[in-house]
């Protein structure tokens, strides 16, 4: 990587933090007005708040250790060959298993979505992926069957299947085209 390069990602990183600190502080002041104009809402915004902020910090330490596992254990040219640019349907389908299997929050879905981008996932199956996880899951399914019928999981998990893979490649030849744009290609 050239001095120039290194430079440049520097840049990204530090404007990619300061637009973090924009958004939390925007953010923050949005909650605080609210707060000032329904100050009946504090206790369960609050609470709420800090029941949140408990289930992740008992998650997320988890999360990162196995991210780290999957950093070092993983190699690069399996998450190319079958989530990558060549993986085709067999990639879309994986991403389908990957994010149908696992329990658990959607939020721990997006360091597990950023490590596989890096390691060379195509977007179209990183946005199945994450869609996958939070539209279908195999207690869900199960849920539905029992009180909604056999007829009814089927058409919804059908449906929001095809709808995924649908959003994933839209998405992916948006980005596509974007990046087409910027660099006038």
Known sequence: MSEQEKINKNMKEKQGIIRDLIILGVISIVTLTLLYIFP???????STSW??????MLILPAVMVMLG??????PKDIVVRYLGKTSGVKGIFLAIILGTL???????AFPIASALLKKGAKISNIVVFLSAWACIKVPQEM????FLGVRFMLSRLSLTIIFVVIMGIFIEKVLGWKEVTENGC
């Open 40 to 46: 009946d809402k504090k206790e369960p915004v609050l």
């Open 51 to 56: 029941n949140f902020f408990i289930e992740m």
């Open 69 to 74: 596992l999957f950093a070092v254990w993983v």
């Open 102 to 108: 696992p329990t658990g929050p959607l939020y721990i």
């Open 143 to 146: 849920v539905e069957l029992q």
